[in-house]
């Protein structure tokens, strides 16, 4: 009976929305997001894992700003993001994400490959692997005020295709595709 009960908490627990905290003081930025980048080289070389990422990017350049979070999937060879190799790209993408209105959100990450995405102080999407392009997990997000929140996102792409995309929704609503009007540097 004891197991149930502290089972029945910890579930509880879990299931509580992350608090998110929104910028102080509050931007205005630019459209688009900040993207710094940093390349392994062609295959044979692998990236493959965010530690490996994490270290390359500690010698990251900075790279033409992001329009948003709406990078579909590319074909073997195409360009990752912004940058202009296709294989063995590590990212670190900072700006902001504008709530209109307070409540209770889902956010959905999308990524082939690895990403770390960090919003308003709490982590809402991790894949510490490779995928092809697909949702990572749906993660419950409470916005205290409307206004922009600080976002932090690692990602990688090995090779072959690349896909970074967010969606978005109201607790109970049906996600969207976060629109890049959304994202501000």
């Known amino acids: 009976m004891l197991a ?24 205005s930025p630019q459209a688009g997001l900040d993207v710094k980048y940093a390349w392994l080289g062609n295959p044979p070389r692998k990236i493959q894992n965010l530690a490996k990422a994490e270290s390359l990017l500690k ?13 579909r999937e590319t074909d073997d060879g195409d360009p990752v993001l912004t940058f202009g190799e296709a294989y063995n790209v590590a990212a670190e993408i900072t700006g902001y994400i504008r709530f209109d209105e307070p409540g209770i959100y889902e956010l959905e990450t999308w ?19 490779r995928q092809p392009c697909a949702a990572n997990q749906r993660t419950e997000v409470e916005v205290p005020q409307a206004g922009w929140y600080p976002l932090h996102i690692k990602y990688f792409q090995k090779y072959v295709g690349s896909c970074l995309m967010m969606k978005w929704g109201k607790s109970g609503e049906k996600l969207k595709w976060t629109p890049n009007n959304a994202f501000g540097r």
């Open 4 to 27: 149930l009960a502290v089972s029945a908490v910890m579930s509880t627990a879990v299931a509580e929305p992350l608090k998110l905290k929104p910028a102080s003081p509050q931007p």
């Open 59 to 71: 010698k990251a350049k900075s790279g033409p700003p992001l329009r948003g979070l709406d990078y």
């Open 111 to 129: 990524s082939n490959d690895g990403i770390d995405a960090w919003v308003g102080g709490q982590q809402f999407g991790y894949l510490n692997g």
